[in-house]
Each structure stands twice: as C-alpha cells, then as structure tokens.
C-alpha cells in the first residue's frame, strides 16, 4: 500500500507499523500544529466476502466515536473516514510503545507500576462505559504508553455501543477473550473487567493464565479451566493483587467486580491513589435522571444514551429559558429547582424537579413560536435536547420518549379539567 503524501488535511511522515487490517502512519495535522497517528484501513479488510459489512460497522463506530471520549487515558480520534478510494482513522499520537514489552518474565515492571496502570485503565474504562461504549478488545497492544509513562487506551474500532442491536459478536483477540465472547454470547463492561484480567495476570507474572496446545485447547480451557494462581509463577507477589486477579478473571460475569469503579478502588487502595476522579460526575447523574418519574420506563442503556445527547445546564433564578412567540424547538428536562410557565401576564403552571418544558414543538415535528413564556423561579439545573440529537437515540430510547410526553400531555390535561371543574361548580 503506497498511500500519497497527504491524505485529507494530514500530510504523512513515515510509516510507523503494519497489521492484518491497516497501516499506521505518522502524521502531521498542519492546521493544528500537533502530530498525529494515521491508520489506513487495508481494502481487503472493508471487503472480505464474510465479514467486510462488520468491519465496516467497526469504522462507522470509530467515526460516531471521534471526538466524544475525550479522557487523559482514551487516545483521542479526531476523524474517521470511509470512502471508496480509502479509509482512514485520524487519531491521538502516543509516542511510548505498548503493554506487551511488559508481559514477559524478563521484562516486567515494577509491581506498583503495574498497580499505577491497571487504575488508569479502569479510570479511562469506567469513563467509556458511562458514555455508554465498552471494548470488546482489552489486550497489551491496545493499551498504549505516552513519553510520560501514561496509560491510552486505544483501537475502539471495535467498541460496542450499548445502544447498537448487535452486542453477540465474539470480536476479541484469542488469548483475552471472556468465557462469554467465546461462546458467542452477549457481552458487556464485565467482558472487558475479565479481559483486562488477562492484562494483569501477564503483567505480574509474565505468563498467560492458559497454556493451550492450539486454538480450540485454549478456548475450552477459557470456558472451563481455573488458571494456576499468580503466586505459585511469582513468589514474591502479594496476596491481595493474587486475590484482585482471580476475582477479575472468574468464569461466571456475575462473580467478577460488578463495576470498574469496584475493580479500580481495590487497586487504589493498594496504589494509595485518590479513589475519586473525573467520572463520578457522570455516574451521579444518572442515578439523578433513574431517579426522575419522566424516565421511569427508560432502561438503564436508554439512559446512558440520554446522557449522552442531553445538555446539562445550571440557570440562575429569573433565567428565561424559552420565551413566548419565539422560534425554537428543543426541550428541557427539569433537573433541580422550579420554574414558571406564563402566558402573557398570567400565569399556567409551575413546573418542578422531573418536569418537561417546550416538548410541544417536538410532537409537532417543526420549529414552532412558543406558546409560554419559561423563566426559573430558584436556581435551576436543566438538560437541554434539540430534536436533532433525540434522532441519534435508538428506537426504542425514543418510542421511551414518546410514551412520557403523551404521560405529560394526558396529566396536564387531568389538572386543567380538575381546574375548570372547580371554577364551575
């Protein structure tokens, strides 16, 4: 493959290294001054007779995945492109080699740096998982050192996301695939926590948790053979990372840690790092929006993808949030506090924590002036959600939305009637 000197706004440098399915290049981004890794994907790969429609769906979640993960230990995509001349990924440049100098017995790191490593994993995983992504393929290859020494994770070409139909895929690279990912069944973050197992084991022994005779051996001893324990291969190994690495690395999902943060926190104790990081924002709101009676029917996938696309603002009191006869179409959800819902100088509803405003032009399916004018009473925190970005969202993630705004429409509807009853009678 002889690809030309520039390829979009990248002009490529030299070559870098090469696989069963692309090419990477070094890459110069001269618009923004700053290098970047350029992976050409082989045409062979796009368009193998049996699985070139999934290896194009693996690209097609890079590029709806470029730019959203933005995490200091998730390397970056900038851009992904799939055109018939050629493909393309534009990604973060991470200049300090992989894990898998580090699997073998005569090159291993330090104990507390293989401690340090595993955290920034789970850290950076956790992360994905609330942006509703998980991996699929944990392996030394893809986990990646910076000149500092830190933690990327790369290659989520081959990430689920959870909101995509298709999750019984076994994708995965042989030696790290959970008992799960090789019976064909359903995966999901526990897939990548085993995974990731596997990682640990290697690094701390130098060995793989299985010694198969060939392919098919290693799948039946993943399903059904319990790896000798870290410390008969290492001696001098601590006891409680023995005891992280085998939790990790259980046969059933439901014995393995029930989250990253589970997982991370152990090692964090061991580290001595701060347990609290930068995803524990997204975790509490989603237990906010579990909480509000508007997504009661919603799953906890369906939420995740809310999150995703929702704009979470905090307003101070008296803040206008929409205002009648003007053109607008997005709605809020009502996270926190109070607002007033007038039209002209009297006043229709207020409106509180779990509410819903301004989804009428939604339901109308246009831009519409609005009929009230929405101005907080108290200090308020509301998500944003432009029709536009409620179309990214599964179907059944909008059918969930529907339902509640006809649960709004027809309750509404109930205190006008009780409100006209009592001025009647």
Same mark, same amino acid.
């Given at each position: 493959?002889?690809?030309?000197?520039?390829?979009?706004?990248?002009?490529?440098?030299?070559?870098?290294?090469?696989? =069963?399915?692309?090419?990477?290049?070094?890459?110069?981004?001269?618009?923004?001054? $700053?290098?970047?890794?350029?992976?050409?994907?082989?045409?062979?790969?796009?368009?193998?007779?049996?699985?070139? $429609?999934?290896?194009?769906?693996?690209?097609?979640?890079?590029?709806?995945?470029?730019?959203?993960?933005?995490?200091?230990?998730?390397?970056?995509?900038?851009?992904?492109?799939?055109?018939?001349?050629?493909?393309?990924?534009?990604?973060?440049?991470?200049?300090?080699?992989?894990?898998?100098?580090?699997?073998?017995?005569?090159?291993?790191?330090?104990?507390?740096?293989?401690?340090?490593?595993?955290?920034?994993?789970?850290?950076?995983?956790?992360?994905?998982?609330?942006?509703?992504?998980?991996?699929?393929?944990?392996?030394?290859?893809?986990?990646?050192?910076?000149?500092?020494?830190?933690?990327?994770?790369?290659?989520?070409?081959?990430?689920?996301?959870?909101?995509?139909?298709?999750?019984?895929?076994?994708?995965?690279?042989?030696?790290?695939?959970?008992?799960?990912?090789?019976?064909?069944?359903?995966?999901?973050?526990?897939?990548?926590?085993?995974?990731?197992?596997?990682?640990?084991?290697?690094?701390?022994?130098?060995?793989?948790?299985?010694?198969?005779?060939?392919?098919?051996?290693?799948?039946?001893?993943?399903?059904?053979?319990?790896?000798?324990?870290?410390?008969?291969?290492?001696?001098?190994?601590?006891?409680?990372?023995?005891?992280?690495?085998?939790?990790?690395?259980?046969?059933?999902?439901?014995?393995?840690?029930?989250?990253?943060?589970?997982?991370?926190?152990?090692?964090? =104790?061991?580290?001595?790092?701060?347990?609290?990081?930068?995803?524990?924002?997204?975790?509490?709101?989603?237990?906010?929006?579990?909480?509000?009676?508007?997504?009661?029917?919603?799953?906890?996938?369906?939420?995740?993808?809310?999150?995703?696309?929702?704009?979470?603002?905090?307003?101070?009191?008296?803040?206008?949030?929409?205002?009648?006869?003007?053109?607008?179409?997005?709605?809020?959800?009502?996270?926190?506090?109070?607002?007033?819902?007038?039209?002209?100088?009297?006043?229709?509803?207020?409106?509180?924590?779990?509410?819903?405003?301004?989804?009428?032009?939604?339901?109308?399916?246009?831009?519409?002036?609005?009929?009230?004018?929405?101005? =907080?009473?108290?200090?308020?925190?509301?998500?944003?959600?432009?029709?536009?970005?409620?179309?990214?969202?599964?179907?059944?993630?909008?059918?969930?939305?529907?339902?509640?705004?006809?649960?709004?429409?027809?309750?509404?509807?109930?205190?006008?009637?009780?409100?006209?009853?009592?001025?009647?009678?």
């Amino acid at each position: 493959m002889t690809p030309p000197p520039f390829l979009g706004q990248y002009r490529l440098l030299r070559k870098l290294g090469e696989g =069963a399915t692309s090419v990477v290049y070094l890459g110069l981004d001269p618009f923004k001054n $700053r290098q970047v890794a350029v992976k050409i994907i082989k045409s062979e790969f796009l368009d193998d007779p049996r699985n070139g $429609r999934q290896n194009r769906k693996q690209l097609q979640n890079e590029a709806a995945l470029a730019g959203k993960l933005i995490h200091p230990h998730i390397v970056e995509t900038y851009e992904a492109v799939l055109a018939d001349e050629i493909s393309y990924i534009a990604m973060e440049y991470v200049s300090g080699g992989t894990l898998e100098q580090y699997i073998h017995a005569d090159n291993l790191l330090p104990l507390d740096r293989v401690v340090e490593v595993l955290y920034q994993c789970c850290r950076a995983l956790n992360y994905a998982q609330y942006h509703g992504v998980i991996h699929r393929d944990i392996k030394p290859a893809n986990l990646l050192l910076d000149a500092s020494g830190v933690i990327k994770i790369s290659d989520l070409g081959a990430a689920t996301r959870m909101d995509i139909e298709q999750t019984q895929s076994n994708i995965g690279s042989p030696n790290y695939m959970s008992p799960e990912q090789v019976r064909g069944e359903s995966v999901s973050h526990l897939t990548d926590i085993y995974s990731l197992g596997v990682v640990m084991y290697r690094l701390l022994t130098g060995h793989s948790p299985y010694s198969p005779k060939n392919l098919a051996h290693l799948y039946q001893q993943i399903m059904q053979e319990t790896p000798p324990p870290p410390t008969l291969l290492r001696k001098d190994l601590p006891l409680p990372l023995e005891r992280i690495v085998l939790r990790a690395l259980q046969k059933d999902p439901v014995q393995r840690y029930p989250s990253w943060r589970d997982f991370g926190n152990e090692l964090a =104790a061991l580290g001595h790092f701060e347990q609290g990081d930068l995803e524990v924002n997204e975790s509490e709101k989603f237990n906010i929006l579990r909480s509000l009676q508007f997504f009661e029917d919603f799953s906890d996938i369906e939420l995740w993808e809310v999150l995703r696309i929702g704009e979470w603002q905090k307003q101070p009191e008296k803040t206008v949030l929409m205002r009648e006869n003007e053109m607008s179409d997005a709605f809020y959800i009502l996270i926190e506090g109070s607002v007033s819902v007038t039209r002209g100088a009297r006043l229709l509803i207020a409106l509180r924590n779990g509410d819903c405003c301004g989804e009428m032009a939604h339901i109308r399916g246009q831009q519409l002036p609005r009929s009230a004018t929405v101005t =907080a009473n108290t200090e308020i925190t509301a998500m944003k959600i432009e029709p536009r970005q409620l179309a990214q969202l599964s179907e059944a993630c909008q059918s969930h939305f529907n339902q509640a705004f006809l649960y709004v429409l027809a309750e509404r509807l109930r205190l006008s009637d009780d409100r006209f009853s009592k001025l009647t009678s």
